[in-house]
Nanobody
Framework: QVQLVESGGGLVQAGGSLRLSCAAS????????TAWFRQAAGKEREFVADISPNGGITDYADSVKGRSAISRDGARNTVYLQMNNLKPEDTAVYYC???????????????WGKGTPVTVSS
């Protein structure tokens, strides 16, 4: 089993930056793909970015590509999402989740954290 705890969200002005963290417990965390999703009020949960177990493969949604960077620290069992040049449309609750098969599907992930809210003011 894997437990995930997100942190780093908050209120930031447009153009600002945040680094979100996803801290994991569980000996098998390093064998999972880790993904960030977000859910804005009244909208479906959507894929943001993911990273392979060894950190060598990453992918991003078009909406954040070029403004975000996902990374993982194996020693700390933590995955980070650096978000720059934030826009009001980035406002959402951000969740990390893991799965074995890189589905990028919010309905198919194996474990979820409880989320961290991000609010970007204009």
């Amino acid at each position: 089993q894997v437990q995930l705890v997100e942190s780093g969200g908050g209120l930031v002005q447009a153009g600002g930056s945040l680094r979100l963290s996803c801290a994991a417990s569980g000996r098998t965390f390093g064998t999972y793909f880790t993904a960030w999703f977000r859910q804005a009020a009244g909208k479906e949960r959507e894929f943001v970015a993911d990273i392979s177990p060894n950190g060598g493969i990453t992918d991003y949604a078009d909406s954040v590509k070029g403004r975000s960077a996902i990374s993982r620290d194996g020693a700390r069992n933590t995955v980070y999402l650096q978000m720059n040049n934030l826009k009001p449309e980035d406002t959402a609750v951000y969740y990390c989740a893991v799965d074995k098969y890189r589905t990028k599907n919010p309905h198919a992930m194996d474990y979820w954290g409880k989320g961290t809210p991000v609010t970007v003011s204009s």
